[in-house]
């Protein structure tokens, strides 16, 4: 079993430029959360999303920001016009599903906006 | 929505003393509590759970304790060593609903000293 796999681990962006970081759930794992770590602080909820299905957003700027996970792929969260203030860690985990499960959290990708 | 409230953020030790981390949480809905060790640089790892129908749960030097009543729960660390040097971090969740969505404290930096 690979686990969560994300990549980039690490990418480089300049200000104004996209990002997309893709996050693979484990085998057997049907949902997908991206959470975002700036440094030195917390895990912060982005979304939440199932095959095909955006199940809760409620953590996502409203601007720039998308998510997919599509029906054959990783999902894929997306930054338009990356702003300095985007530089984090950006963390996928996967679960099961509903339930007394603690997630499984991918190696996360290091953004990094210049 | 939940919050959750996590206290001390840094917490230092000697080697060989206890840690105790505590945190609060707002939903009365919430019955599942995850904790999360980081290592600097690294993935959130699951280090224990604990389930609202218990009220303890123990493995090896670390337990978990939760007061439904007062919502609140801890962490606490035995013959602390060099290697729990870690930030620690409680979550919380209504598993079966919501999509199992993870709310997670701010976090605790250990540091056990030598």
């Known amino acids: 079993n690979a686990g969560v796999m994300q990549n980039p681990r690490h990418l480089v962006r300049r200000r104004g430029q996209e990002a997309r970081l893709r996050c693979s759930p484990m085998k057997g794992h049907s949902h997908v959360y991206w959470y975002r770590q700036l440094p030195e602080e917390g895990l912060k909820f982005m979304v939440y999303l199932q095959k095909e299905n955006i199940i809760d957003e409620s953590g996502m700027p409203k601007e720039r920001f998308s998510a997919e996970f599509p029906k054959e792929g990783p999902s894929i969260l997306r930054i338009q016009q990356v702003v300095r203030g985007d530089s984090a860690a950006y963390f996928c985990?996967?679960?099961?599903?509903?339930?007394?499960?603690?997630?499984?959290f991918g190696s996360g990708t290091r953004l990094t906006v210049v | 929505g939940e919050n959750v409230e996590q206290h001390p953020s840094t917490l230092s030790v000697q080697e060989g003393d206890s840690a105790v981390i505590k945190c609060t949480y707002s939903d009365s809905a919430s019955n599942y509590f995850p904790w999360y060790k980081q290592e600097l640089g690294k993935r959130p790892q699951l280090i224990i759970d604990?389930?609202?129908?218990?009220g303890e749960k123990k493995d090896q030097r670390i337990a978990v304790t939760l007061n439904k009543t007062a919502k609140h729960f801890s962490l606490h660390i035995t013959e602390t060593q060099p290697e729990d040097s870690a930030v620690y971090f409680c979550?919380?969740?209504?598993?079966?609903?919501?999509?199992?969505?993870?709310?997670f404290g701010g976090g605790t930096r250990v540091l056990v000293k030598p």
């Open positions: 604990i389930r609202s129908n218990v």
């Open positions: 985990a996967s679960s099961p599903g509903t339930g007394y499960y603690g997630y499984t």
């Open positions: 979550a919380a969740t209504a598993a079966q609903a919501a999509g199992n969505k993870l709310t």
